[in-house]
């Protein structure tokens, strides 16, 4: 397996580029799998739904499995926004400038290590609420009840209030969704 560094945003752009290219330029034997290292992403909103989505796990690179010589080589560094292989720079042996980039295969380790990561999903919770802010209850026993929020837990998708119950200030546990944020 071999990285190569994209310009940002441009993976899905490059991988199938790329897969048009190779079958083009008779490289498919050398050229054996091209992947973009996502991993799966649940994300609370602040209305309290989730929703699904792969997040890349390194922006800007995309791997490929492939067998290397001077042709593979130079239909991948000719594909539009390929930036370089990631690999050893070698210096020029006369002049100036950078020379060129040796690219450098990726250890067993590695490659599985980036694997196993997007096999695990993540849990990230957008939240706009913060202790000191004024919030509403919307559903449950407290519903139109108004309070402070003095502790918010992103990862339980949780707050605490402070609510005025029978005249007294209580703390009460809520979900994210069961609450509006006074604006």
Not at 15 to 35: C, G
Not at 100 to 122: C, D, G, N, W, Y
Not at 140 to 152: L, T, Y
């Amino acid at each position: 397996w071999y990285a190569i560094q994209v310009a940002s945003g441009c993976e899905k752009k490059v991988k199938a580029s790329l897969e048009q290219r190779i079958q083009t330029l008779d490289v498919a034997d050398r050229v054996l799998q091209i992947e973009i290292p996502q991993t799966p992403v649940r994300k609370v909103r602040k209305d309290g739904k989730h929703h699904d989505v792969d997040e890349k796990v390194f922006p800007g690179y995309v791997l490929i499995r492939m067998l290397l010589d001077d042709e593979a080589w130079q239909v991948i560094k000719s594909t539009p926004h390929v930036i370089n292989f990631v690999g050893a720079e070698q210096r020029r042996a006369y002049g100036r400038g950078r020379g060129h980039v040796k690219p450098m295969p990726l250890s067993r380790a590695e490659v599985e290590r980036i694997f196993k990561q997007t096999q695990e999903q993540k849990t990230v919770v957008k939240v706009d609420m913060e202790a000191g802010d004024r919030i509403t209850v919307l559903s449950g026993p407290f519903k139109d009840f108004e309070g402070e929020v003095i502790e918010v837990s992103p990862e339980r998708s949780k707050l605490k209030a402070l609510l005025s119950i029978f005249g007294r200030d209580t703390p009460v546990e809520l979900e994210f969704n069961q609450v509006q944020k006074e604006s």
